[in-house]
Every structure is written in C-alpha cells, then in structure tokens.
C-alpha cells in the first residue's frame, strides 16, 4: 500500500480557521493517513506556494444542461443531459469535489456515471424531481398542469396523502434526500416569494414520510411565512431564506436547521435588474424587490450562529454557469462573512449539511482525500478560490496545473 504526499506552503485547518505553514498531506487507498511537517511516503507532489484546502461543496446547485434564460427554446433531454455531464467535469476542475442536486432528473442519470469514473465530476447527492403544490414554484405555470405531470423534474402533490405519495416517489426515483418547495419564488412567474405554499399538514407529512425513509428535507423557502412553516414542522435546510426574521432563526437555532443562502444570487439579481439576458419582466421585477433583504437575512443568520453552507443555484447559463460556483463563498465575504466562516460554509459545513462530515470537509487523518489547492491565501484574498491549481478526489488526481 504506497503513501503519497502531498506538499503546500500553507494547509487550512477549517475548524480552527488557521493556515498551518510547510504542512504535508499523506494519503494511502484514498484516505489520509497522516497531517504535518517532514512526512515521508513513496511519492511526493511538492505543490509549492499553494493553499491546500479540502474539497469544496456546492450544497444547492442544479445540473440541467440549460445555457439560456429562455423556457420557449428547451433543447431535447440528450442533449442536455450531454451538457450537464460537461459541466460535472467544469465543476471538479473548480474544486468542487461533492454537489447536491437540488432538483433535476438529469442528476439522478449522472450521478452513477460519476461514481463508476464513466466522467469527470463531484460526487453527486440528488433530489430527482421537487415536489410542490399545484402553482407552486417548480410548477410550470405557462403550460396545461397535466403536462407539467409528466415531466421529470417535478412532483405535484395536494393534500397530506398526496405529499407522502410524492415522496415515495421521488424515493422510487433514486432521490438522496427530498426537495420541497414551501414558498414561491423569484423564477416562477404566477407566485411571488413571500407567498406560503403548501398548509404545515402537507409540510409535516412529507417532513415524516422523508425522515421515515431516511432522506433529509430541503425546503425552497424565500419568504417569511413559508420558511416558518418549514421550520416547524421539521425540515432540515432551508434554501434561499430571502425574508428571514428573528423569530425564523431563534427556531432554527433551536433545531439546529442549516442555512443554504444562495448568496450569489445577490450579484446576479443586482447584474440583471436593467432587464435583457432573455429574462422576462415579471422575474426582473421580483429580483429587484428580494435583492435588498438579502443582506440582511446573511446578517441575521450570522449573528444566530446558524450553520451555513455554500450553494450557488447555478444552472448552466450566463452569469450562472457551472465551474463559477466559487461565486458564492466570494459574495459571502465581500458582504462582510470573515473568510474562516466562509471557507467553512465552502466545505466542513457542506458536509454537514449531507450528512457525511465523519468522511470529508477538512484534512485530517480518516477522512477522504478531497484536496484542492490554489494560488494564494483564500484567508487574505478570497479570490484564491478562483486560482485552482490542482484537485484530488478520493486520493486520485482530477486536476494538477501546479
């Protein structure tokens, strides 16, 4: 069983926040084995003046294979999913060695394809379809309801028996947790984000059903109301978060519910809010009323010392394409997120956030070894995390431009 070792000038700590100088990084059958100075092995990667930090996490991307704003030019399913499998081989050359799929039936197709090394990408968790209320927000509200039944990337449930149909469902589908939808939303044309969507029945009924079958819940929830419904009866991220209050984060505090803020949407809102870019009005017009709470809902979260994870909402098309993910972390700490928090939310708390920090999210002997390494400091200059030099996933190198 060979070592491999792999140097930096700098190796992040996460949990401390600290950059160990002239550190090593021992890896053997794809797991490290050991952190530290003058670390011996069978083969050495000197990286030199490098930050090595663990493998990042995008908590709340969806792998579409979309490059237009347009929902009147949808291309055929193959050939997004063609594109999609592309941008999986984007995302790892950025670092991202683990992704949750927060609704897309192409990620369920891509995920095995992944994981038996048939392409390059991140580990993928899945949602499969989301599930939400007639007119919701993964409703297509332009097209006759029945055909929106059909289509692969939503669930439509009414009614508390419908809400544990959907997720069995989504279950049968292959679905690594579940995604529900309990607000509308700035992208669905006929709600608006502080509308609460579906009654706290139809929440804890799904919330139930999930953890019966043990998947964790992620609620889309953008106002007020519907992320305290979501809240209380029982999901485990809330996603978004626009219009957050005090009383919203005392309880998820209190239940310990992670926070998925989607921050880079912020920079796209602000970017776009002129219009063009194939976005309708109507989306144009709600993107400039949530971009002004936003800010203040990171705050608030901050302040609570609610767990934060990194999530983009990045889809595929311009402004929000895959392999820019790096966006979100960046966005965090120009609003004022100390770096250490932020590299955290990029990856411990990701983790986390899927469950699985007992095997990734920070160097250290166990764990797998997800390493990525830029040029710089991210903990001086957070745009370090757009200079990715090299990538190992589980031991293997994806990436090395060192």
């Given at each position: 069983m060979t070592i491999t070792v792999v140097r930096a000038a700098r190796v992040l700590d996460v949990a401390s926040g600290v950059m160990r100088e002239g550190a090593g990084v021992a890896v053997r059958e794809g797991s490290i084995v050991a952190v530290g100075p003058d670390l011996d092995g069978d083969t050495t990667l000197d990286?030199?003046?490098?930050?090595?930090?663990?493998?990042?996490?995008?908590?709340?991307?969806?792998?579409?294979?979309?490059?237009?704003?347009d929902e009147g030019r949808m291309p055929d399913r193959e050939t997004l999913a063609v594109r999609a499998a592309k941008d999986c081989e984007r995302l790892l050359a950025a670092g991202f060695t683990t992704v949750r799929d927060c609704g897309s039936a192409i990620a369920l197709t891509l995920?095995?394809?992944?994981a038996d090394g048939t392409i390059p990408g991140p580990r993928i968790f899945a949602a499969g379809p989301a599930i939400c209320q007639t007119?919701?927000?993964?409703?297509?509200?332009?097209?006759?309801?029945?055909?929106?039944?059909?289509?692969?990337?939503?669930?439509?449930?009414?009614?508390?028996?419908?809400?544990?149909?959907?997720?069995?469902?989504?279950?049968?589908?292959?679905?690594?947790?579940?995604?529900?939808?309990?607000?509308?939303?700035?992208?669905?044309?006929?709600?608006?984000?502080?509308d609460a969507h579906f009654t706290p029945e139809e929440i804890a009924a799904?919330?139930?059903?999930?953890?019966?079958?043990?998947r964790r819940?992620?609620?889309?929830?953008?106002?007020?109301?519907?992320?305290?419904?979501?809240?209380?009866?029982?999901?485990?991220?809330?996603?978004?978060?626009?219009?957050?209050?005090?009383?919203?984060?005392a309880a998820m505090r209190e239940r310990g519910i992670f926070y998925v803020p989607t921050f880079a949407l912020k920079t796209f809102f602000e970017r776009t809010t002129d219009g063009g870019h194939g976005l309708p009005e109507w989306r144009v017009r709600k993107q400039r009323e949530v971009v002004g709470a936003?800010?203040?809902?990171?705050?608030?979260?901050r302040q609570a010392g609610l767990t934060i994870a990194t999530g983009s909402d990045y889809y595929g098309p311009p402004m929000r394409g895959h392999g820019d993910n790096a966006d979100e972390p960046i966005a965090m700490v120009r609003d004022g997120m100390p770096a250490?928090?932020?590299?955290?939310?990029?990856?411990?708390?990701g983790a986390t956030v899927l469950g699985i920090e007992d095997q990734v999210g920070s160097v250290e002997p166990g764990k797998r070894a997800d390493l990525v390494a830029v040029d710089g400091d991210p903990l001086r200059d957070i745009e370090a995390l757009r200079r990715v030099r090299f990538v190992m996933q589980d031991g293997k190198v994806r990436v090395n431009s060192h």
């Open positions: 990286l030199g003046d490098v930050s090595l930090l663990p493998g990042f996490f995008d908590v709340h991307v969806h792998l579409t294979g979309l490059r237009s704003y995920r095995p394809l992944v007119g919701g927000h993964a409703d297509t509200h332009h097209l006759p309801l029945e055909e929106v039944r059909r289509q692969p990337d939503t669930l439509i449930a009414d009614g508390p028996w419908e809400c544990r149909q959907a997720v069995r469902q989504a279950v049968r589908a292959g679905a690594d947790f579940i995604k529900i939808c309990t607000t509308g939303g700035v992208g669905s044309e006929r709600d608006h984000p502080q799904i919330c139930d059903e999930a953890h019966r079958l043990g819940v992620a609620s889309h929830a953008q106002g007020t109301a519907g992320v305290k419904a979501a809240v209380l009866a029982g999901v485990d991220s809330i996603e978004h978060g626009y219009y957050l209050d005090e009383e919203c984060v936003m800010s203040a809902s990171l705050k608030l979260a250490a928090d932020a590299l955290r939310a990029l990856t411990l708390n």
